[in-house]
């Protein structure tokens, strides 16, 4: 088994303001991590910014020019109370959505068995053509529409374990029954969407965590709920939207996931992988903002993606 790391410093250049929790930080650990001794035999590459025509499969050209032209030389630029742009911000955003577009390609063309994408800003929250929440593109949807479009992918699930409700991947694809989005969550919390009752063209299965919930209701969720669906739809793809801020040590959630929780499920989600689509794996790294819960949890899904 194979797996590829995807990532570039220059995700670094996007800045937040003093004490946002979605800071330069946040990758470094990833980063020193994943160079310890363990993961030397994963295959590296480096993330390139995704083409126009490409992040346009899902957001419009005049959301992607306003990017582009609010994006400032200088200084920052409030877009909402929680997301602003930086002079390096917009290249950021795009090296972000490249580097999952290229794991697309070196997973369904072979050359690797899955692949991991260490990159940010983060992309879920991301509408078609409202940034919010951290992000700017949606990185996970424009992933997916990359492996329809070039490879013919009829059907790509999209998994999402973030504490967070993903509702920018949801809204995109509300009426595509080619893509199933599946999602744990606490709630209620931000952005305040992702209840059971969402389903979309029934491609969307949300399954809510409370405040407190731990290992046991976040497998309940997945056993009982989501993995029936996912092997029922048998996608030509699994893309992880990972997540780690449902840990235990994260300061801006309360679920109590450690990182043997975030093995498993990447265990799970590799079985069916196997079972369905020739272990196609893409997993794009979302939120997570304690660094040693963050940096921990990571290196736990790397190694399980690794077959360690």
């Given at each position: ?5 995807v ?17 330069p ?15 030397q035999?994963?295959a ?6 995704v083409?126009?025509d ?6 419009p ?28 911000t917009w ?5 972000s959505a ?20 260490a990159?940010?800003?983060?992309g ?12 700017y ?59 059971p009752s969402?389903?979309g063209?029934g491609?969307?299965v ?13 497998k309940?969720?997945?056993?009982g ?23 235990v ?41 304690d660094?040693e ?16």
């Amino acid at each position: 088994m194979s797996t590829l790391l995807v990532s570039n410093p220059l995700c670094l250049n996007h800045m937040t303001p003093l004490g946002h929790p979605e800071r330069p930080d946040r990758l470094r650990v990833v980063e020193r991590i994943l160079e310890h001794e363990r993961f030397q035999v994963l295959a590296r590459e480096a993330a390139q910014p995704v083409e126009i025509d490409v992040a346009a499969r899902v957001h419009p050209m005049h959301y992607l020019e306003m990017l582009h032209d609010s994006s400032p030389l200088e200084g920052m630029v409030q877009i909402d109370n929680d997301t602003s742009l930086s002079p390096g911000t917009w290249h950021a955003a795009r090296l972000s959505a490249g580097g999952s577009v290229m794991a697309v390609d070196e997973v369904m063309t072979g050359k690797v068995t899955n692949a991991f994408v260490a990159i940010r800003p983060p992309g879920h929250h991301a509408e078609s053509a409202t940034p919010m929440g951290f992000c700017y593109l949606n990185n996970a949807a424009v992933a997916a529409r990359h492996a329809q479009a070039a490879y013919g992918a009829g059907r790509v699930a999209i998994v999402d374990f973030d504490v967070h409700h993903g509702n920018g991947t949801q809204q995109i694809f509300w009426s595509d029954p080619s893509v199933m989005y599946c999602s744990t969550h606490e709630m209620p919390l931000y952005p305040g969407t992702g209840a059971p009752s969402e389903t979309g063209v029934g491609n969307i299965v949300n399954v809510p965590l409370a405040a407190g919930d731990g290992g046991p209701e976040f497998k309940a969720a997945y056993d009982g709920i989501i993995f029936p669906r996912l092997k029922l739809f048998k996608p030509d793809l699994i893309i992880i939207s990972a997540g780690f801020d449902a840990h235990v040590r994260d300061p801006l959630a309360n679920i109590n996931l450690i990182e043997a929780d975030f093995a498993w499920v990447t265990k799970r989600l590799m079985e069916i992988a196997d079972e369905s689509c020739g272990n196609r794996v893409v997993s794009i790294l979302e939120g997570g903002y304690d660094l040693e819960g963050l940096a921990r949890s990571t290196a736990a899904h790397v190694m399980t993606l690794m077959g360690a």
